[in-house]
């Protein structure tokens, strides 16, 4: 394995932030994703010939 020295804790802590951090994006990303699909077939249901609602 990779000799890390005596920065080892910060090097490990720092890849562990950013995974943590990315993999909460990804996440964020996915709930978003669902909820607008929702929002637009709630949308598109109401009024599913896409005409102004007058």
């Known amino acids: 394995m990779i000799e890390l020295g005596p920065h080892a804790v910060f090097i490990i802590s720092a890849y562990l932030g ?26 598109e249901a109401r009024n599913p010939r896409g005409r102004p609602a007058n």
Request: glycine residues 12%.
């Open 18 to 43: 950013v995974a943590i951090a990315v993999g909460g994006l990804i996440t964020w990303t996915l709930y978003d994703g669902r909820r607008t699909a929702r929002k637009l077939a709630e949308l």
